[in-house]
C-alpha cells in the first residue's frame, strides 16, 4: 500500500473527529461525558472539592455581593464589614481557582488523548517493535528491543493509563528478551531502555522491571573493556562484545558521560559496585583531561588514549548537550556531595557564558551559538533548549542567580524558535541575525526545516513552571501541543516527524514517529500542566535523559 499524499494527510487530520470539537450538541455532551469518565479519582475530587468550596463561598457572600450590585455600603460594624468583604474575595477567587483548574484538566485530557492516538496506531501496526511509521502504517527496527514500547512504560503509568500499561507489562514479561545476538548504541540504549526499566520499576515497585534492568547492564558492560576505559559506542548484548563506529576509533562526548545516571542507580538497587564503578572512572578521567576551554569539553574522545580529539569545536548542541546536564543531575542524584562534578558543571556554565551566549540583533533574543577555533558561529541547534531547564533546576539547589536569568532569557528564544515558525513548531537547527537594526532574528536554512517532536523545549517549560508558577510557561506548552496536533497527528493513529515547520500547507510528513515523543515530550506535556507539584517532585527525583525520572539518593546517616 502507498503512502497518502501530504494533502491526504493534512486532509485526513483535518478530519480527525478527535482534534476537532463537534456542532452537534448531543455530540458535544457524549463526549463532556466520556471525558469526565477518563478523570482521575483525583481529578474528579478536585472538581467536587473545588464546586463546594465555591457553593459554599457563593452562599456565605451572597448577601454582600447583591448590596454590592446594589451599590449599598456595608450598614454594620468594620469588622462585620471586613468579615463580608473577605467572603466576598474568598468567592471570587474560588471561582478563579475552579475556572483555571478545568482548563488544566482539559488540558491533562488533552496529553492524555494524543497519548492515546499515537499509541492506537503503535498497537496496531508496530507493537513490540522499536518505532511507527505511522503514514506507511508500519514499523521500524533499529536495535529491536521494543524502544518505544520500553521508553513510554512510565508515561503510561504517570497519565494513568491503567489498561494501555498492563499490556505494556505483559510484553516486557512474556517478550522481551536481552538475550540476541544484536548490536546495539550504549547511549541510546542506557537511557531509553535501561532508564526506562529502572524508573518503572521506582514507580511501580514490580521486580520484573528491576530483573530486566540487571540483565539489559550486565550485558552493556563490555563496552567499557577499551584500552582507556572510555567506553566504545556499540555493544553486541547476545555475544558480550563490544566496538566502536567501523570509520573511527572515538566515542561520542555526550554519548560517554550521559549514562551515569543509570549504571550508578542499578549499583545502588542491586548492590552491585561494578556499574557504578566504570561510569565514574569515565567521570574522574574526563574531569581531569586537558584540551577543555573554560570548562567547554571537545565532541569527541579517543577509546585508545582516552584523550579529547577534533579540539577546538564546542557546542551546546548535538554529542556534547547532555555532558552538561549530567554533571549537575549527578550531582543531584548523589546528594550534592561530589564536589568534581559541581565543579566541573560551574566552570562550564562561566565558559558557555564567556564564550557561546550572544543577542541578536532586532529584538536582543539571548542564544547559545557555536566556537569553531576561536570563531564564533551563530548557531543553536534545538537540542539545546534543554539548557534553560538544567539551568533553573541548578539554581532550585543553591546554585548562582544569573543562572535562573540565563535560562529566563534561553526559555524566551527557544519559545520563539516555535512561534516565529509557520507552523508554531521548532526547527532541528536555527541560525540567529547578529547585525544591529531591523530585520529577523532567526533564520532556517533548507537543510534544517525539519522537526523530529523533540522534547527539549517542553521540558524546559516543565522546569521552569515548576520554579516559578509562572502561567505563561504552561500557556507555551499548550500552543506546541496544538501545533503538534495541527501538523504532525496522523489520521486512524500515530504523530508524524515533518520536513518543514516553514510550510503549514505541506509540513511533509516524514513517516516516523520518535520513541521519545512519547517517553519524554508528552510526559513533559502532562508535567507542565498538572497541579500536582508531588507528582515526580523535583526534590525527590532527577530525570534522566530521556525523561525517565530516578530518585534523588537518601543521604547516608552521618
Ligand atoms: C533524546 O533521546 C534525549 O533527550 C537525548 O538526550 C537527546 N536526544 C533525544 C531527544 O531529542
Avoid at 502507498?2 to 455530540?27: A, M, W
Wanted: a neutral charge.
Amino acid at each position: 500500500m502507498y503512502p497518502p499524499s501530504t494533502k491526504d494527510f493534512i486532509s485526513l487530520t483535518l478530519s480527525d473527529p478527535h482534534s476537532h470539537s463537534y456542532n452537534n450538541g448531543k455530540h458535544r455532551r457524549q463526549s463532556c461525558w466520556r471525558k469526565w469518565k477518563q478523570l482521575s479519582r483525583l481529578q474528579r475530587s478536585l472538581v467536587f472539592f473545588l464546586l463546594a468550596l465555591l457553593l459554599i463561598f457563593g452562599l456565605l457572600s451572597f448577601p454582600s455581593i447583591t448590596e454590592q450590585w446594589r451599590g449599598k455600603q456595608c450598614p454594620h460594624s468594620t469588622h462585620h464589614c471586613y468579615m463580608r468583604s473577605l467572603l466576598h474575595y474568598s468567592f471570587f477567587y474560588s471561582l478563579h481557582l475552579f475556572v483555571v483548574s478545568a482548563r488544566n484538566i482539559e488540558r491533562l485530557e488533552a496529553v492524555r488523548d494524543a497519548f492515546r492516538h499515537a499509541w492506537k496506531a503503535y498497537k496496531d501496526y508496530a507493537w513490540g517493535h522499536d518505532e511507527l511509521k505511522p503514514i506507511s502504517k508500519s514499523f521500524g527496527e533499529w536495535f529491536g528491543l521494543g524502544l518505544t514500547l520500553i521508553d513510554s512504560l512510565d508515561t503510561m503509568w504517570i497519565l494513568d493509563l491503567k489498561e494501555e500499561f498492563e499490556e505494556a507489562k505483559d510484553w516486557v514479561e512474556k517478550e522481551l528478551s536481552f538475550n540476541k545476538n544484536t548490536d546495539v548504541n550504549l547511549f541510546e540504549t542506557t537511557i531509553r531502555v535501561l532508564g526506562g526499566l529502572l524508573s518503572t520499576y521506582h514507580l511501580t515497585g514490580n521486580g520484573l522491571f528491576l530483573e530486566k534492568a540487571k540483565d539489559l547492564g550486565t550485558r552493556l558492560m563490555p563496552a567499557f573493556k577499551t584500552p582507556s576505559k572510555i567506553p566504545f559506542s556499540d555493544v553486541n548484548i547476545g555475544k558480550g562484545t563490544a566496538h566502536p563506529p567501523r570509520w573511527t576509533s572515538d566515542s561520542t562526548m555526550a554519548e560517554v558521560t550521559s549514562i551515569q545516571l543509570e549504571f550508578r542507580e542499578l549499583s545502588r538497587l542491586t548492590q552491585e559496585p561494578q556499574y557504578q564503578e566504570v561510569v565514574n572512572e569515565v567521570m574522574k578521567l574526563v574531569h581531569q583531561l586537558s584540551g577543555k576551554q573554560d570548562g567547554l569539553v571537545p565532541m569527541f574522545i579517543n577509546t585508545n588514549s582516552g584523550q579529547f580529539t577534533h579540539k577546538g569545536v564546542f557546542t551546546l548542541g548535538a554529542r556534547a548537550d547532555s555532558y552538561y546536564e549530567y554533571l549537575l543531575k549527578q550531582w543531584i542524584q548523589g546528594g550534592k556531595t561530589e564536589d568534581e562534578l559541581l565543579e566541573d558543571y560551574l566552570q562550564a556554565i562561566e565558559g558557555v557564558k564567556k564564550h557561546l551566549v550572544r543577542q541578536t540583533g532586532p529584538s536582543r533574543l539571548t542564544f547559545v551559538g557555536e566556537l569553531s577555533h576561536n570563531r564564533f558561529n551563530p548557531k543553536m541547534d534545538h537540542l539545546v533548549c534543554f539548557l534553560p531547564g538544567t539551568l533553573a533546576l541548578g539554581f532550585h539547589n543553591g546554585l548562582p542567580d544569573d543562572h535562573m536569568d540565563l535560562a529566563v532569557k534561553l526559555m524566551e528564544t527557544c519559545h520563539q524558535m516555535y512561534q516565529q515558525m509557520e507552523t508554531g513548531l521548532s526547527p532541528e537547527i536555527v541560525h540567529f541575525n547578529l547585525q544591529a537594526s531591523d530585520g529577523r532574528d532567526i533564520f532556517v536554512k533548507p537543510a534544517d526545516r525539519h522537526n523530529l517532536l523533540r522534547p527539549e523545549t517542553v521540558e524546559s517549560l516543565f522546569y521552569m513552571y515548576r520554579f516559578t508558577k509562572d502561567t505563561k510557561y504552561r500557556d507555551w506548552g499548550w500552543d506546541i501541543l496544538q501545533s503538534f496536533n495541527n501538523y504532525t497527528k496522523v489520521s486512524g493513529g500515530g504523530y508524524t516527524s515533518i520536513n518543514n515547520v516553514r510550510d503549514p500547507i505541506n509540513p511533509g510528513p516524514r513517516d516516523k514517529m520518535e520513541s521519545f515523543f512519547l517517553g519524554e515530550t508528552l510526559k513533559y506535556l502532562y508535567l507542565l500542566f498538572s497541579d500536582d507539584m508531588e507528582l515526580l517532585s523535583l526534590d525527590n527525583y532527577v530525570f534522566n535523559t530521556e525523561a525517565h525520572p530516578l530518585p534523588i539518593w537518601p543521604s547516608s546517616p552521618k
